[in-house]
């Protein structure tokens, strides 16, 4: 078993664990079109990346081997048995709330390969579907069984990173009507935006299984390992062909958003605006892509965000020595590795 | 002092003690935006009646008079003190939250006198300020200070709520397009979007303050006024002189939206979908409307949906025989019939 095999496996593991409960942990139940718009993007797949992490975590802080215990009853730090689950359920329903109300506010067509909620119902049943996922992911996080007071910073750092996010998202928005925007502004928002829910997810074991003085390394693991994830989605773009991306390649660059390359790129004097002629991804060439790609490297803006976020992983990783050295450790850091290695 | 003085003065101070403490709960922090937006409604004033009730059920469970102590160390049944304005405030950021969504889905331009949110900034800013209040009204319901197995209580029941309102949402906007709903089908849908609230924010302080056995019958009581307020609402939408309202009398009949009234005259043969011609608010007249509620009226719809109103009300205040008889009880039963008698 190479390291990378064992990496996909856990990966895999934890998508199962999770893709195996969601029919009884979001029920459709009447009203019928409000739970089946709720369940449309979590039917779609997705690679469980954040639930992962958290069931991960909690195997890593409880020393057990990862796989080994039924998480519905999973051992605490004081003897007792709380379900993980519903907890790594809770942050699968956040990532799903906040992807259906992004893609209304972006105005995406598509997502996982499926219609957007949006698309797929109306506007109304999507701000109400991710209503109600949020609202459910709290009952989720309120139903592990932990010690209340436990429970109690649980929901308190689960509301916190909600708001957080709404906090990334509004900065995102108004960063595209800014002139300029500095890398480090830049990465405010990501740790925002998308790193805090990587936090959480990895974080919220310590909490809720009672092993406080892992919280703030595994807070900082899932700070820089989603910061790095970002940029390495911002690459991607770049440099991943377009029939494995899913979606044409280099659309961000089309599309105008900001990314830590084109941000950089700025910062050395390149005009990101017109590195593409194309204003629609329906027209724009591989060809374009290609001379603008080029353009990002001569600028060393691609060689400078993938170092930023290879620092971030050797930082995040590093967090980890404060937990037990044992298997799901050795993953949690293997899963770092893989999200700025991963080619889609 | 007449009764209806009190509960006057009653929702006077409730009303002060909220907005005294707007700006300090929900600062304008970076990003400005998003905060100005999420503060946009709760600026604008409203009767912050949900909150109200809330501070009088405290005040009557705890057996003081109203007014008389600081509602930020407010007694608890066991001799401990809480934060019940941070209670209060999260009630009221919840119906902020859920006005701001419900505009964009009905595509209402103007709220309490101003522009809705997405009109004054635009649909993501409003679709992310409505999310922001979310998170806040749980950060407030856990910052009470009360002791952890009841502000976990309290949290389940702040989750379950929003689930509710959600679902009766959605159960409004699937009726509207159905050919038939009955006068119970609708009274449970507006006992899900509307009633749930107002029974919280009755029920919550039992729950916080440690009065575990008025939990049940404060929540019926909300339940009771919260559906007799919808009612209301719904009849004043025909009764109340247009420069009264602050907007078009009859808009709902113009809008073609159910309430109890067209509920019970459709039952009665009365063909409600064309009670009037025109379907803009600006062309319709006063005498069209006049007609329409002639028609309503001959039906026995306007006093079958007084009735129900005044029906659920007797019940409602009735079930707080089960509090101390005090002022702020009798408060609590003078607001109920205050809810019914209201003309605006």
């Given at each position: 078993m190479t390291p990378s095999d064992s990496v996909e496996t856990a990966l895999e593991r934890g998508r199962r664990e999770i893709n195996a409960v969601l029919d009884e942990e979001v029920p459709v139940v009447p009203p019928e079109s409000l739970y089946r718009a709720a369940r449309h993007l979590l039917d779609a797949g997705g690679k469980r990346l954040r639930p992962t992490i958290l069931l991960l975590s909690a195997e890593a802080l409880a020393d057990?081997?990862?796989?080994?215990?039924d998480y519905r009853t999973f051992p605490t730090a004081d003897g007792g048995h709380i379900d993980l689950l519903s907890a790594a359920v809770s942050i699968e329903i956040i990532q799903s709330f906040t992807l259906i109300h992004d893609d209304i506010m972006d105005d995406d067509d598509l997502r996982r390969g499926v219609p957007a909620v949006h698309r797929e119902f109306d506007l109304s049943t999507a701000i109400l579907a991710g209503d109600t996922l949020y609202a459910a992911a709290f009952e989720k996080m309120l139903a592990?069984?932990?010690r209340p007071e436990r429970t109690v910073r649980a929901l308190s750092a689960l509301a916190r990173t909600c708001t957080e996010i709404c906090e990334g998202q509004s900065f995102d928005i108004e960063f595209e009507k800014r002139a300029t925007v500095t890398s480090e502004e830049y990465l405010d928002m990501v740790e925002l935006k998308t790193a805090v829910l990587f936090a959480a997810a990895a974080s919220l074991p310590a909490t809720i299984l009672g092993h406080d003085e892992a919280v703030d390394p595994l807070y900082g693991y899932g700070i820089d390992v989603g910061c790095a994830f970002q940029i390495q989605d911002d690459l991607l773009d770049l440099t991943t062909p377009t029939e494995k991306l899913g979606?044409?390649?280099?659309s961000d660059l089309v599309e105008g958003k900001r990314t830590l390359v084109t941000v950089h790129a700025r910062e050395q004097g390149v005009d990101v605006e017109n590195l593409?002629?194309?204003?629609?991804v329906d027209s724009v060439t591989e060809a374009e892509i290609d001379a603008a790609v080029d353009r990002l490297e001569s600028a060393g803006s691609i060689e400078y965000a993938r170092e930023r976020a290879n620092d971030l992983i050797v930082r995040g990783t590093g967090?980890?020595?404060?937990?037990?050295?044992n298997e799901a450790r050795s993953l949690l850091e293997g899963i770092g590795e893989y999200l700025v290695e991963r080619e889609y």
């Open positions: 057990v081997d990862p796989g080994s215990r592990t069984g932990a979606k044409q390649r280099g593409v002629d194309s204003d629609s967090r980890l020595d404060a937990l037990p050295d």
